[in-house]
């Protein structure tokens, strides 16, 4: 794809991995943030940001603090590096700090802290398992204040047709030397990298190309071989299904049948009992039917 006004290429997204910006912390001025461009380009669902054809996730930003501004979720760091324009830097606003204990409370009977050492090597241990993000950001946020020089580090994000800089982490200059390299670096990129179009040959756009096209049918494979799967494991789930149901009929029916059987039993024993005795005895013994009607005519007799 070609830009209208220039004459270099923007390439695909599955050529970006051979792009000399896409994986570094680019170290640009402010206004050249503001200068980025979107081009519709996405990664992983987040915007990416152009500079001529040179796609920009990251960018490092040193200047001076100028400005801070707290709200209730977030805070706004201003930074003006003299570029002529400054550049808000943003992050979630610090976490709440930790109730201390008074002096006489936190001391033992020697009047020495009790609790210093343990939030040491907490403290000690958490930096070395944390992983600064836009959104859990590394910053040293007692030490920060208005004039201070630093070194921002995050994503180009846009807020109201404004360019801004998402904040990854903060890092404070100690020296001259420190802002002076940083200096030194940020005009470097701009000779060596920015200035220069990206170029990607046509032999290797297309192997990129092809190896996106096979990762892609390989996705939609799995994807459809993982529903085929489901779709049998449904199927299967159906069938038991079916299978208990039928089960539970036969149980059903098989307890239907004995029920009847139970009442038969029942009514047959009833109807033995209200007769008096079982027929094969009838022979011998009169029914207590039988009995009942003859005890009418003789009891005048005394029989």
């Not at 801070?68 to 979630?92: A, K, M």
């Not at 936190?106 to 070395?128: F, L, V």
Request: aromatic share 6%.
């Amino acid at each position: 794809m070609t830009n209208g006004d220039q004459k270099y290429s923007i390439y695909p997204d599955y050529c970006h991995e051979l792009s000399p910006t896409i994986g570094r912390w680019c170290p640009l001025r402010a206004v050249d943030v503001h200068a980025l461009e979107s081009l519709g380009m996405y990664d992983n669902g987040k915007e990416i940001y152009y500079y001529g054809n040179h796609p920009i996730k990251w960018v490092r930003i040193t200047g001076v603090i100028v400005a801070i501004d707290e709200f209730s979720t977030r805070r706004v760091y201003t930074i003006d590096d003299s570029s002529g324009v400054c550049i808000e830097c943003t992050c979630p606003a610090p976490p709440p700090q930790s109730l201390a204990l008074p002096p006489p409370l936190n001391q033992d009977a020697d009047g020495r802290p009790t609790t210093s050492t343990n939030q040491n090597c907490e403290s000690a241990s958490a930096k070395r398992l944390y992983t600064p993000s836009v959104e859990a950001p590394l910053v040293p946020w007692d030490e920060i204040d208005v004039g201070m020089v630093v070194k921002v580090k995050g994503k180009p994000n846009t807020f109201r047709a404004v360019k801004q800089v998402d904040i990854v982490k903060i890092e404070l200059m100690r020296s001259t030397e420190q802002e002076v390299r940083c200096w030194n670096e940020v005009l470097a990129f701009r000779k060596e990298v920015l200035r220069v179009p990206w170029v990607v040959s046509q032999e290797a756009e297309n192997r990129f190309r092809r190896r996106a096209e096979r990762e892609k049918q390989y996705k939609h494979s799995s994807k459809k071989h993982r529903s085929s799967k489901a779709e049998k494991v449904a199927e299967v789930s159906r069938d038991k299904g079916k299978d208990r149901i039928v089960e539970r009929q036969r149980g059903n029916a098989a307890s239907h049948d004995k029920g009847e059987k139970d009442t038969n039993k029942r009514q047959k024993r009833k109807h033995e009992i209200e007769e008096g005795l079982k027929p094969e005895n009838r022979a011998n013994y009169p029914s207590l039917a039988m009995r009942r009607q003859l005890a009418g005519k003789y009891d005048a007799l005394g029989i």
